[in-house]
């Protein structure tokens, strides 16, 4: 397996020979990059142990490859269908299946008229070559999607194989695209029907009428679109009007939104289908679960996909050579392949670590949200925030001198990490999930193969002899 930096050298130095040969601003520095630290009692040894505070950026950090067994797509925030070619990893596909609920009892009062029935789509996301024209079909699902189960990325439900409508259009995510999917009477007739009786005044009955619609991207498309699951940006609008007033359209609104309690997540029931054909490619015989050391190469990071960076920190708890340590201040930098980046198919804006151990899964707590690893200097409540990319410096940075400790002081068994993206740093608020935030989305990552692209720099303290 690769070591980004050698295990058996350890660079040194002390605070106290700073300051005896450095300027006064310079101690200013030490004092600022040890601020916050632990107290000394903290490492178990009494107050007048002679201790002194010592840096390292040389401690080894393994990186590998590994795709998950399973990646959660329920319940997401972006809906993605398309297809596109990746030079890197593979031909990637992706559709959607989205439930359709009421969002109050369905009663067009007295005398209504059907008009027609449109599902209205916004999309703000792509990935791939929008220039050619892409191709989406809407099928009508015929099982009913659990709000309460657990969806995976290469999981599916029945649909029908003739699509309701079909488009071909010229992607313009940058500016918000809207689809437009005018649906069949029949099938606007029947919802229609459902105007004041029991099959429209619950989603437990609406369902059993209609299940859902699925996206199906064409064969030919060149690229994956993501379309938004929040503030009904993804509704079925059924128009009508009343014979008392012939000239007014009216509509009432279905959307994806089943239910939502005040301070609980909201359950949008549907999930997305994300595969991957990577024969020929870089990634190919990838396997679950099973790590890919990354040798003389560059390691990877694909959303949906599953496909996450493992970064190990083998000789943390030797730091010290077995005497009590506490560390002060400890970051870990991850730098991408640049050369990777082509037009259409960028790097996250964020991305996350999520805590695995030598099994390479991934944890969830009590609430069934995915465990992440906090980063220290953005601690805002309890919400474990990403990390932005820095494209200045070209570096993700994540300051964990709380879980680097945790792990030393035994409060934390796993001292590995997965590498995932993240579209926004925004985890965990507004009543979400943190795995909707994760896993919907197709983006992905090379990281270099260089000693300096995966860093882990600590300061910490040690008790003296």
């Not at 107290?39 to 390292?56: A, R, S």
């Not at 009343?242 to 959307?255: I, K, M």
Request: glycine share 8%; aromatic share 10%; hydrophobic share 35%.
């Amino acid at each position: 397996m690769r070591t980004t930096i050698s295990q058996n050298s350890t660079t040194t130095s002390t605070t106290t020979s700073w300051v005896r040969n450095s300027l006064a601003g310079v101690a200013i520095v030490v004092t600022l990059l040890l601020s916050g630290c632990d107290p000394i009692g903290n490492i178990g040894v009494t107050p007048l142990t002679p201790v002194e505070t010592l840096f390292t950026d040389t401690l080894t950090v393994r990186t590998s490859t590994v795709l998950a067994d399973s990646v959660r797509t329920g319940n997401p925030d972006y809906y993605l269908a398309g297809r596109y070619v990746d030079p890197i990893f593979g031909t990637i596909t992706a559709s959607s299946f989205i439930r359709m609920s009421l969002f109050a009892q369905l009663d067009l009062g007295t005398s209504p008229v059907y008009d027609s029935l449109v599902l209205v789509t916004n999309y703000s996301y792509s990935y791939g070559d929008t220039l050619p024209p892409q191709t989406l079909a809407v099928h009508r699902i015929r099982e009913v999607i659990d709000p309460t189960r657990s969806y995976y990325n290469n999981s599916t439900v029945a649909y029908d194989p003739t699509p309701l409508a079909k488009r071909t259009f010229n992607a313009t995510p940058r500016s918000n695209g809207v689809l437009r999917f005018r649906l069949p009477d029949d099938l606007g007739k029947e919802l229609f029907a459902l105007s004041g009786q029991t099959g429209g005044q619950t989603n437990a009955e609406f369902a059993k009428t209609l299940g859902g619609f699925a996206l199906i991207p064409d064969a030919k498309n060149t690229a994956v679109l993501g379309f938004q699951a929040i503030n009904n940006a993804l509704a079925m609008r059924l128009y009508y009007h009343t014979t008392t007033d012939t000239t007014t359209t009216s509509f009432v609104a279905l959307a994806i939104a089943v239910s939502q309690t005040t301070g609980q997540p909201i359950f949008r029931a549907g999930f997305n289908r994300v595969t991957a054909d990577r024969s020929g490619t870089p990634l190919a015989g990838l396997q679950p679960l099973v790590p890919r050391p990354a040798g003389d190469g560059p390691t990877y990071v694909q959303d949906a996909l599953g496909i996450r960076t493992k970064i190990e920190i083998p000789y943390l708890k030797s730091l010290g050579g077995g005497k009590p340590i506490a560390i002060n201040r400890a970051e870990l930098t991850v730098k991408p392949d640049l050369s990777a980046i082509q037009q259409g198919l960028g790097i996250p804006n964020y991305l996350v670590l999520l805590e695995t151990d030598a099994t390479n899964r991934t944890y969830y707590d009590e609430s069934n949200n995915i465990r992440l690893v906090f980063n220290d200097l953005k601690l805002s409540g309890t919400e474990p925030p990403a990390v932005l990319y820095n494209s200045r410096f070209n570096q993700y940075t994540w300051h964990i001198t709380t879980q680097l400790n945790n792990i030393i002081s035994g409060v934390k068994k796993y001292d590995s990490f997965l590498v995932s993206p993240s579209y926004t740093d925004a985890l965990g608020q507004s009543s979400t999930r943190y795995q909707s935030q994760l896993n919907n989305r197709v983006t992905r990552l090379v990281i270099g193969s260089k000693p300096e692209d995966v860093k882990l720099v600590v300061f910490y303290t040690e008790a003296k002899e």
